[in-house]
Nanobody, 118 residues
């Protein structure tokens, strides 16, 4: 599986962005999908994840209620809708897939930069 993240950019606080994670190969629809972010000097953190079917999802406390993860397996694409963005959301965002759930990622996309100005 190859993944490509896109959709990052510069936005003012309170604004919205939608990130996309395009996959290749039919196995994309079989694996959990997750979004991580890494701010400068910080560790990469899991912020949202969704099961292969879309029936189960997870959000970290830092994004719960503001971000929504989704996927369209027919299009081999996952999404992260980010609303009410805050300067603390500034980071490089990565998508990943895990063959056994979202506890361990087996495939990673390249990062996409999100910058939120105050």
């Amino acid at each position: 599986v190859q993944l490509q993240a896109s959709g990052g950019g510069l936005v003012q606080a309170g604004g919205s962005l939608r990130l996309s994670c395009a996959g290749s190969g039919r196995d994309f629809s079989s694996y959990a999908l997750a979004w991580f972010r890494q701010a400068p000097g910080e560790e990469r953190e899991l912020i949202a994840a969704i099961s292969w079917s879309g029936s189960h999802s997870y959000y970290s406390d830092s994004v719960k209620g503001r971000f929504t993860i989704s996927r369209d397996n027919a299009k081999l694409t996952g999404y992260l809708q980010m609303n009410n963005l805050k300067p603390d959301d500034t980071a490089v965002y990565y998508c990943g897939q895990g063959t056994t759930g979202w506890g361990t990622m087996d495939f990673w996309g390249q990062g996409t930069q999100v910058t939120v100005s105050s």
